[in-house]
């Protein structure tokens, strides 16, 4: 079956130190993979996205490598700020299958 | 603007009351989902539908009815059968059924005393 597993929250992080969100799947098939973010009281927007293996999502100054041999899409940014404070959601999706979320890793910067 | 909206933001109801929860999108989308998040269990999918007049059970479809009359419409009834219905409710659309690229509206929160 279909499943994303990620590391668990909450991250607490001072302004502009290095960020690393890790995330694992399993999944049937050839997935393509995602981040997507939610800030406070509002809905998920993509973050960014991979569809095939080797394959680098980059946006905002957030990155994430699919890695078929090691079946990961971690999210990492060189210098967050407290404005990245949010919840991160991985997500697959295989061929005509539903989006599958991991639980979300809740991230604070302090400044 | 071209978007998702959710309405109330905020709805509060009793116990044993039927609620509608409002999801409207002008993106022209032809696919769209209902999911219901709470904490550290992510999202869940409920419902979703891929055409109009057409719709199928997500994974935690019990208790939650859909219609989808229209293409931009896509409301959910959350009944009395539900057991534990406080949860944050999230509507999101796509291009198609089998389209990575969901777009969320900003959610709804019930609350059911």
């Known amino acids: 079956g279909n499943s994303v597993t990620q590391m668990e929250g909450p991250v607490t992080l001072s302004e502009e130190a290095f960020l690393t969100i890790n995330c694992t799947y399993t999944?049937?098939?050839?997935?393509?993979l995602f981040w997507y973010v939610q800030y406070p009281g509002e809905g998920l927007q993509l973050l960014l996205k991979?569809?095939?293996?080797?394959d680098k999502g980059s946006n905002k100054g957030f990155e994430a490598t699919y890695r078929k041999e090691t079946t990961s899409f971690h999210l990492e940014k060189g210098s967050v700020q407290v404005s990245d404070s949010a919840v991160y959601f991985c997500?697959?999706?295989?061929?005509?299958?539903?989006?599958?979320f991991g639980t979300g890793t809740r991230l604070t910067v302090i400044p | 603007d071209g978007g998702i909206t959710q309405s109330p933001k905020y709805l509060f109801r009793k116990e044993g009351q039927n609620v509608t929860l409002s999801c409207e999108q002008n993106?022209?989308?032809?696919?769209m989902y209902w999911y219901r998040q709470d904490p550290g269990q992510g999202l869940r999918l409920i419902y979703y539908?891929?055409?109009?007049?057409?719709?199928q059970k997500g994974d935690i479809a019990e208790g939650y009815s859909v219609s989808r009359e229209k293409k931009e419409s896509f409301p959910l009834t959350v009944t009395s059968a539900q057991k534990n219905p406080t949860a944050f409710y999230l509507c999101?659309?796509?291009?198609?059924?089998?389209?990575?690229?969901?777009?969320f509206g900003p959610g709804t929160r019930l609350t059911v005393t």
């Open positions: 539908s891929q055409i109009v007049n057409d719709f």
């Open positions: 997500a697959l999706i295989t061929g005509a299958n539903n989006l599958f």
């Open positions: 999101a659309s796509s291009v198609k059924k089998d389209s990575y690229e969901q777009y």
């Open positions: 999944a049937t098939g050839y997935p393509s």
């Open positions: 991979a569809t095939k293996a080797d």
């Open positions: 993106l022209n989308h032809d696919a």
